[in-house]
C-alpha cells in the first residue's frame, strides 16, 4: 500500500511518460465541442482540437470534472494509500477545486488532502510533480503537503498571447474593450501566480513577445537550478526555438516541452506561447 496517492486534473498538463512513471491519477476536465463532450485529453487529442480550430469548427467551452468523478477515483485509491493529495487548478479561474471539496467530504476512510496549486499548465504540474516524486520515495503526507507549499510560493507561468479574445470569452480575464480590437503584430503579454491572472504589456511582434518572455523570466527567476515547462498552442516552432533560448541562457535541472491540453488551449488560443518555472534553494 501506498503512502500517498496523487491526484489532479488535466490542466497540469503532464507529459504521459511522468504520468506513468510517478502513478499520477488525471481526472480529465471536459471540452464541449458543438453538441458532443469530450474528455480533456482522452476522448480528444490536442491536435485533433487545433485543427478543428484552425477549420473554424464549434462553438465550443469547458467544465470541471463532477463531483461524482473525484469521488470515483478517491473511493478506488482509498484501497491502495494511506492518504491522498489532490491537487488542482486555482479556484479564481476553475470550479475542479470545489468539486474536488465536495467530494473528499463524502469520502471519510483517509485523510485527502486538496490543494490550490495557484497555476496551471506544467506550473500546476511542477506542485504535482513534486508532490509525486516525494510520494514515489514513501513520503509521509507531512512531508509532500510543505514541499508542495514550498513549489507553490516559487512557482512563476509567464505567457504572449495571440489575442486574448479567448481567455476572455472564457471569462478568465477582464479588459478594457480596446485592448480586444484587432492591432497589428501586437501580442498581449500574461503572469499567472498565486491563481492571480494579469496582464503585464503588450509586444509588437511574436518576436519581440518571445524575447520578453526571455527577459521577465531572467528578471522573475533565483539563483539554483530551474524547473522549467515551455508551452504553446498550437506553435510548435517557435516553442522550440524559444525551450533552446531557456536551455541557452539558464541553468535547468529539468527542461520540457508541453503542447496545451484541449481545455487550455480553449482559453488561451491558437498561437499561445509560455514558459512556468520554479527555482531550487
Given at each position: ?104 467530504r463524502q469520502v471519510s476512510s483517509l485523510p485527502i488532502r486538496i490543494v490550490d496549486s495557484g497555476s496551471a499548465c506544467m506550473g500546476q504540474g511542477f506542485v504535482v510533480l513534486a508532490a509525486a516524486r516525494l510520494a ?47 492591432a497589428l503584430r501586437v501580442k498581449p503579454m500574461l503572469s499567472l501566480q498565486a491563481g492571480q491572472l494579469r496582464i503585464l504589456g503588450l509586444a509588437r511582434g511574436r518576436a519581440r513577445a518571445a524575447h520578453r518572455l ?68
Open positions: 500500500m501506498h503512502e500517498v496517492a496523487v491526484v489532479t486534473d488535466s490542466a497540469a498538463n503532464l507529459p504521459a511518460e511522468l504520468v506513468r512513471q510517478y502513478h499520477i491519477h488525471v481526472v480529465p476536465l471536459w471540452l464541449r465541442l458543438g453538441e458532443r463532450l469530450y474528455r480533456d485529453q482522452v476522448d480528444i487529442t490536442a491536435d485533433e482540437f487545433y485543427r478543428r480550430l484552425r477549420d473554424g469548427k464549434g462553438p465550443f467551452s469547458t467544465s470541471q470534472p463532477s463531483v461524482g468523478e473525484f469521488v470515483e477515483v478517491y473511493q478506488r485509491l482509498a484501497e491502495q494509500a494511506r492518504a491522498i493529495v489532490s491537487i488542482h487548478l486555482p479556484k479564481k479561474l476553475s470550479g475542479t477545486l470545489s468539486s474536488a471539496m465536495a467530494a473528499a514515489a520515495a514513501g513520503a509521509s503526507l507531512t512531508d509532500v503537503v510543505e514541499k508542495m507549499r514550498e513549489v507553490i510560493s516559487r512557482v512563476q507561468l509567464l505567457a504572449t498571447l495571440d489575442t486574448l479574445e479567448y481567455v476572455v470569452r472564457g471569462g478568465r480575464l477582464s479588459v478594457a474593450a480596446n485592448l480586444l480590437r484587432p526571455l527577459e521577465l523570466m531572467t528578471e522573475r527567476a533565483h539563483s539554483g537550478p530551474l524547473h522549467v515547462a515551455v508551452f504553446h498552442a498550437d506553435a510548435l516552432e517557435r516553442a522550440e526555438h524559444l525551450r533552446q533560448a531557456v536551455a541557452e541562457r539558464f541553468y535547468c535541472a529539468e527542461l520540457h516541452l508541453t503542447t496545451l491540453t484541449p481545455v487550455l488551449g480553449a482559453h488561451g488560443g491558437p498561437g499561445a506561447l509560455g514558459v512556468t518555472f520554479y527555482w531550487e534553494e
